[in-house]
C-alpha cells in the first residue's frame, strides 16, 4: 500500500461528515427542495410557493451562510431567490456522492437488510442508475417532507398576514437578524446592506394576498 492511499481514504471520510452535515442541514433542504420542484410540471407548485420564506424565517447555519451569502458578498456577485436555490440544489446532491450507501440507506428511512455487496461502497462508487434513483429519492422525500409542513402551515400563514394588516408591528423585527451575528458583524457596510436589501425584498415578494 502506497502512502497516497491512506491519505485518500481519509479525504474521502473527511468529505462524507462535511456531506451528511449539509444533507441534514433544513436551510439546504429547503432552498434545495423548491429548486428540485420546480422540475416536477407544476406538481407541487401552490404548494411550495412559500418555502423559500420558510428558509428565509430560519437562521442559516454557519456552513449554509458561509456557502451561500459570505461567498457572494466577497464576489460581489448578486444575491437571488434563484442563484441560492440552484447553489444548495447542487450542494446537497453532490453531497449524496460523497456518502456511503449506508449512510443512504439511513437517511431515506429503508428498513429491510442491506445486500452486502452495498456495504462498503459509496454512492459516488454505484452505477449512474443506482445513483439517480438515491438522488431522486433524496429529493422527493425532502419535497414530500416540506409540502407537508407547508400544507399544515397555512392555519399559521394565514394568521401571520391577518395580523400585518389588522395588528400593531413590532418594529424591531428584522430578518437580517436571522443572520449569525458573529458573521454580520465581519461584513462591511456595503455588503450588510447588500444583505438587509436582499432580505427585505424577499419578505415583502412573499407575501401574497389574503383569499376570499
Not at 420542484?37 to 404548494?47: D, F, P, R, T
Not at 452486502?116 to 414530500?144: C, G, M, P, Q, R
Request: net charge negative.
Amino acid at each position: 500500500m502506497t502512502d497516497k492511499e491512506p491519505n485518500k481514504e481519509e479525504e474521502r471520510k473527511q468529505k462524507r461528515e462535511i456531506a451528511l452535515i449539509n444533507l441534514k442541514d433544513p436551510y439546504y433542504q429547503i432552498l434545495g427542495a423548491v429548486h428540485y420542484s420546480a422540475g416536477l410540471n407544476g406538481e407541487y407548485g401552490k404548494i411550495l410557493k412559500n418555502l423559500n420564506q420558510d428558509a428565509i424565517n430560519n437562521y442559516p447555519s454557519e456552513n449554509a451562510y458561509r456557502w451561500l451569502f459570505a461567498e457572494r458578498l466577497a464576489s460581489g456577485e448578486a444575491i437571488t431567490d434563484t442563484s441560492l436555490q440552484k447553489d444548495a440544489f447542487l450542494i446537497l446532491r453532490s453531497s449524496l456522492e460523497d456518502i456511503s450507501v449506508e449512510d443512504a440507506y439511513k437517511l431515506l428511512g429503508l428498513e429491510k437488510p442491506l445486500k452486502s455487496e452495498y456495504s462498503k461502497k459509496y454512492v459516488s462508487d454505484l452505477s449512474d442508475e443506482e445513483k439517480a434513483a438515491l438522488i431522486s429519492a433524496y429529493f422527493s422525500n425532502a419535497t414530500d417532507t416540506l409540502a407537508q409542513k407547508n400544507i399544515i402551515g397555512r392555519m399559521k400563514q394565514r394568521k401571520s398576514q391577518l395580523e400585518d394588516m389588522l395588528c400593531e408591528s413590532d418594529e424591531n423585527e428584522d430578518n437580517i437578524s436571522k443572520v449569525p451575528r458573529e458573521e454580520f458583524e465581519k461584513l462591511s457596510d456595503e455588503e450588510k446592506a447588500t444583505l438587509r436589501n436582499y432580505f427585505l425584498n424577499a419578505k415583502n415578494k412573499s407575501q401574497p394576498r389574503i383569499a376570499a
